[in-house]
């Protein structure tokens, strides 16, 4: 037999002529019937005399050591979450194997970092939950490299800060500001006059995070942008800094709107302050520096939605100071104020925002004593406070008797984070064990149900699972069945790390 | 009988819903009137309808049946309750095999008798011999037609240029085929099917083109001259021209005793049929040995053997010079599969190549070859992704496989040291299959998405 490369040399050579067919290659190939014996040939010749080539090449070695696995049980739930591709569910079941010291095993490893390298948010501890073998796969195969913004900041920031396009110099900052914020401040003044009012404004956003004083000089500088957009961002980042000079001067305009009077009524009666509100009769142009927007929106009057602008940015403590009172009796001292509304709204905006547990709690009450209940601004109450808090201030609002089955749903859902086995408990024990009828109502049962699925204690399962039983006159649901599977197979997954 | 766990169960599923259906009814709270005997397991499942459906399955196998309509095969009930049994055995209490439990069991023990009585049978079964002869004669003048046929196509084809050729609509080549279907001359329709997705399937097309083109001249100076052949090799042609073989040819041969591992498993879909391929290798014979199953349309394949399967048994070829495809004629329980592959099975990049040469010697027109490479590991050089042996011999990876999760289940659970690497060659390039042995430890299917 001849040696195989002539074989493939041949081959080779045979195809180019059958590409441009006979009747154009040519006499040289005589008849078909011979071109396609010469062909028949060198094909057989080729494949039974193919002789490999020697590589000596390695990959690099995957790391020895790692993590134990996971349990098989554990396992082959994994498997099964990547088949529904249930990103909440993967993100849990990584954090349940991060916590109990094991990893994913290998050969699910490449099925998971395609999974995660296709997510918009890429939990980090999904990649983590691979133990260094994960580190390994990214390594071969760079689609599944972590994005930069969740390792730590990569080497050539600086040069990338420079040069790079946007979303990568925001990825950098993004990282940056996470591992040094003074550093990160200082790369976004490094290039400052030569960003576009865009650019700057994304990179304002950025430094929002890990704030501190030591950004304020840069930050009121740029109150004087030639931008809107950044003067605005700038004013955002310096209302939600405590100490800052704009939340002192908003401060001090506050202090003008807010009127004590301490009427004695008798001599048995305490002397019990009433709370007026002054709205400024002007806009001052001084205001527009420190981001107040002089433009009402619609249906809102100008003098109080300049009070609200200024109420929102100032120091809580205020209040407390000048009246004496908690945040409890201040609320019940505006009751009779004409700008009750509008007060709370920004008493609402600054609570969420400085996450003050006293103040949210009362104003969560006030919100529920309102029908219907106002659950946008609640839920910007709960998100800042912490999850004790939060559970806590929920479980009040949602024991409020004036509330009916699917509102009770509606307020647990604030809790977007994992509930705590108590807190699940009591909020399963709040609802009422009776049938949801109307359509909308059944429609907002099923969307809170899915919501609670995810983040309810798995240890709650059986009332999760009696509560929606006795929601529906028959059989639940397939939404609600689903529901109540996603809970159960969530409490066999915590079981199987700890078997 | 190995125990069953909830792994072993899932691996019989055929595709990843059904196993994440199986799961979700892989609890007692699912099922009413549960109950097991020595051989079988049975339950009752609420489904969407009036009537719980019946699942049953007979442990020895396992085999299933549900009276549900699934066409998945096995069902998500048989699966559950599969699951169920597996995760505590004592949730089915033992008791007697009601009617429709009993009466299937004692059905599918008939009926495994009397394929032995086939068996037996076969070798003494009168012969209408002058009606099978007439049939015969027809088909072969139908087929040379096809032939005659398919000879001026393939002339004009290499007249007119693979060039000229890919401008073709794709109902031209069908039209080319099917004519060849007509004459009883399915495996030509395949040669000329193969080409037509040839010709636009990117760099080094032409090559594979005419390599193909050579395979099917081959094939047609065989076919022209079919009476001067030996007998078995003539077998073989008509084979490769589209004769279907018949069950009873194999049984007809001397049975094969070994313990056998199915070294793999891929399943082939078009819009026609699915195919099963699974590959067996003796331990004792050293032989190989394929297992064709096909399902028309939708219908499920049975797969009766797993992939990395380990059974005593005795296997049938089909008469051929090179007797590869053959049937199960008897087996043993499946037997623990070993957690280091067997040595005798395994061989070098160049031992393995050699046993391809002499296999294409005996049958040109051999599709692939199953290769069991020891001490093999993936490797990564600019042209492309390799299997490379002890000897640092290699062999190139298909690019279908390199482009998918597959190749990166393969380096992930080798992590990049030598294992038993199981690949199907076809004379240019590997496909892996399975893995056997490595870091990752026991048997690897690489042709589905989990590991069983």
């Known amino acids: 037999m001849n040696e195989s490369p002539s074989a493939r040399h041949r081959l080779r050579l045979l195809a180019a002529a059958a590409t441009i067919g006979l009747d154009r290659a040519g006499e040289s190939h005589g008849h078909p019937d011979a071109f396609l014996t010469q062909a028949a040939t060198a094909a057989l010749q080729a494949r039974a005399g193919w002789r490999p080539a020697t590589h000596a090449g390695r990959l690099p070695a995957a790391p020895t050591a790692d993590q134990p696995l996971a349990p098989a049980a554990a396992r082959a739930t994994l498997r099964r979450l ?27 490893a490449p099925v998971v970092l395609e999974w995660w390298a296709e997510q918009t948010r890429r939990a980090p501890a999904v990649f983590e939950m691979l133990g260094r073998t994960g580190e390994w796969l990214s390594t071969l195969n760079p689609e599944w490299r972590r994005p930069a913004a969740t390792v730590a900041v ?46 700057r404004k994304a990179f304002l956003e950025v430094l929002f995070d890990h704030r501190s004083l030591a950004d304020e000089p840069f930050l009121e500088a740029a109150l004087d942008d030639r ?94 100071h000048r009246t004496g009172l908690d945040p409890e009796g201040i609320l019940s001292a505006l009751q009779e104020s004409e700008f009750v509304g509008d007060a709370r709204l920004a008493l609402a905006d600054a609570a969420s925002r400085a996450g003050n547990a006293a103040w949210s709690l009362a104003l969560a009450r006030r919100l529920v004593a309102d029908t219907p209940v ?17 559970e806590r201030v929920c479980l009040e609002v949602a024991d409020q008797p004036q509330l009916g089955t699917v509102e009770r749903w509606a307020v647990f859902t604030l809790i977007d984070d994992e509930w705590s086995p108590e807190f699940s408990r009591r909020a399963m024990a709040l609802v009422p064990r009776q049938p949801v009828r109307e359509p909308r109502d059944l429609l907002a049962l099923v969307r809170a149900a899915d919501a609670v699925s995810r983040r309810i204690a798995p240890q709650a399962v059986d009332a999760f699972d009696q509560v929606l039983a006795s929601s529906t006159d028959g059989p639940p649901s397939d939404s609600l069945s689903r529901s109540i599977e996603r809970v159960r197979l969530r409490a066999d997954m915590h079981k199987e790390f700890t078997s | 009988m190995p125990e069953w766990t909830s792994e072993r169960v899932l691996a019989l599923a055929p595709d990843p819903s059904s196993a994440s259906a199986g799961q979700s009814l892989a609890n007692t709270r699912k099922w009413s009137a549960l109950g097991r005997s020595d051989r079988a397991i049975w339950g009752l499942c609420q489904g969407s309808g009036k009537t719980p459906y019946q699942s049953r399955v007979d442990l020895a ?38 009617d429709w439990v009993a009466e299937w069991i004692d059905g599918r023990s008939e009926r495994a008798q009397k394929t032995l009585e086939r068996t037996a049978a076969v070798a003494e079964k009168p012969v209408d011999v002058e009606s099978q002869t007439k049939r015969a004669a027809q088909r072969e003048a139908r087929v040379r037609d096809g032939v005659t046929g ?48 040839t010709v636009s399937s990117g760099s080094g097309w032409d090559v594979r083109a005419t390599d193909l083109i050579g395979q099917l001249h081959l094939l047609l100076c065989a076919a022209e001259r079919l009476d001067d052949l030996p007998a078995d090799l003539a077998g073989d042609v008509r084979v490769a021209l589209g004769r279907s073989q018949s069950r009873d040819e194999a049984l ?3 049975g094969v005793e070994d313990r056998w591992t199915a070294i793999g498993q891929v399943i082939e879909e078009d819009e026609r049929f699915r195919v099963a391929r699974t590959w067996l290798a003796g331990h004792r014979t050293k032989r190989r040995a394929l297992i064709l199953e096909f399902a028309a349309g939708g219908q499920p394949l049975e797969r009766a053997i797993a992939a990395g399967a380990v059974f005593e048994g005795e296997l049938r070829f089909y008469p051929s010079r090179l007797p590869l495809r053959a049937i199960v004629a008897a087996r043993s329980d499946a037997l623990p599969a070993p957690s280091e592959p067997a040595p005798p099975l395994s061989e070098t990049v160049d031992e393995g190549l050699g046993r391809y040469a002499e296999a294409l010697a005996s049958n040109p027109w051999l599709t692939r070859w199953p290769l069991v490479l020891s001490q093999a590991r993936p490797l990564r050089e600019d042209a492309g992704w390799l299997i490379v042996d002890d000897d640092d011999r290699g062999l190139p990876l298909r690019g279908s496989f390199t482009q998918g999760l597959q190749l990166w289940r393969l380096v992930a659970a080798t992590g990049g040291s030598p294992a038993t690497i199981v690949i199907e060659w076809n004379g240019t390039s590997a496909l892996p299959i399975a893995l056997l042995g490595g870091a990752h430890g026991g048997f690897l299917d690489l042709a589905s998405r989990w590991p069983a």
């Not at chain 1, 009077?261 to 520096?289: E, I, K, N, Y």
């Open chain 1, 374 to 390: 106002d659950l946008a601004t609640l839920s910007a109450l709960v998100r800042g406070l912490t999850s004790t808090d939060r």
């Open chain 2, 252 to 254: 007809g041969s001397e």
């Open chain 1, 82 to 108: 990547l088949d529904i591709a249930d990103p909440d569910l993967i993100e849990e079941w990584a954090q349940l194997a991060i916590k109990h010291g094991v990893r994913a095993d290998g050969p699910v």
């Open chain 1, 154 to 199: 990569p080497d050539g920031a600086d040069e990338i800060w420079a040069a790079g396009r946007t979303p990568e110099r925001i990825a950098v900052l993004t990282s940056v500001r996470r591992a040094d914020p003074a550093r990160a401040r200082a790369l976004v003044e490094s290039t400052w006059p030569q960003d576009g009012a865009a650019e």
């Open chain 1, 227 to 320: 931008s809107k957009q950044v003067r605005r961002q700038a004013a955002t980042t310096l209302a939600a800094l405590p100490g800052s000079g704009l939340r002192q001067r908003m401060t001090e305009r506050a202090a003008a709107i807010i009127g004590v009077t301490h009427a004695s009524r008798g001599l048995l009666r305490r002397a019990q302050p009433q709370v007026t509100l002054t709205p400024p009769l002007q806009f001052d142009p001084a205001w527009d520096r420190d981001g107040v927007e002089e433009r009402p929106p619609a249906g809102v009057g100008p003098r109080a939605w300049w009070m609200r602008q200024i109420l929102a940015a100032s120091d809580l403590a205020l209040w407390e």
């Open chain 2, 61 to 98: 196998e396992p085999a299933f049946k549900c009276s549900c309509p699934s066409r998945k095969f096995p069902c998500k009930h048989g699966l559950g309750l599969l699951l169920v049994f597996a995760k505590d055995a004592a949730s089915l209490p033992v008791g007697d095999e009601p």
């Open chain 2, 150 to 197: 398919c000879r001026m196509w393939l002339e004009d084809l290499v007249r007119r240029g693979l060039a000229a050729a890919q401008a073709d609509s794709s109902a031209d080549w069908e039209r080319a085929a099917a004519r060849l279907v007509d004459a009883q001359a399915s495996g030509l329709a395949s040669y000329v099917r193969r080409i037509a997705g």
